[in-house]
C-alpha cells in the first residue's frame, strides 16, 4: 500500500511560476468555491486548465490579486 506523498508548500507565494489552489490556498481568506465564481466573473485570475483535473494559476496575478482584492479586474 502505498500513501500519497505532498509537496511541501512554500512560506511564501512564489512572484513568476504557476500554482495549483493547493499551493496557494493558505495565502488567501476564501474557500476555493468562493475563489472559483470570483473567477468565473472575472474578479480573481482567472485558471488555465492543463486537463480535465489539472488547473493552475499564474502567480504575477495571483500577487495582482492579493495586492488588491476588492478592485481586481481579470486580463486588465
Known amino acids: 500500500m502505498t ?19 493547493s499551493q ?3 495565502f488567501i481568506p ?3 468555491e ?6 468565473k466573473e472575472g474578479r480573481a485570475p482567472q485558471p488555465e486548465r492543463m ?6 494559476y499564474d502567480n504575477q496575478e495571483l500577487h495582482r490579486w492579493l495586492s488588491d482584492p476588492i478592485n481586481y479586474r481579470a486580463g486588465v
Open 3 to 21: 500513501q500519497k506523498q505532498q509537496l511541501p508548500t512554500p512560506d511564501a507565494l512564489p512572484a513568476t511560476g504557476k500554482s495549483r489552489f
Open 51 to 56: 486537463g480535465i483535473r489539472c488547473t493552475f
Open 34 to 39: 468562493k475563489f472559483r465564481q470570483l473567477s
Open 24 to 26: 496557494f490556498k493558505k
Open 30 to 32: 476564501i474557500s476555493k
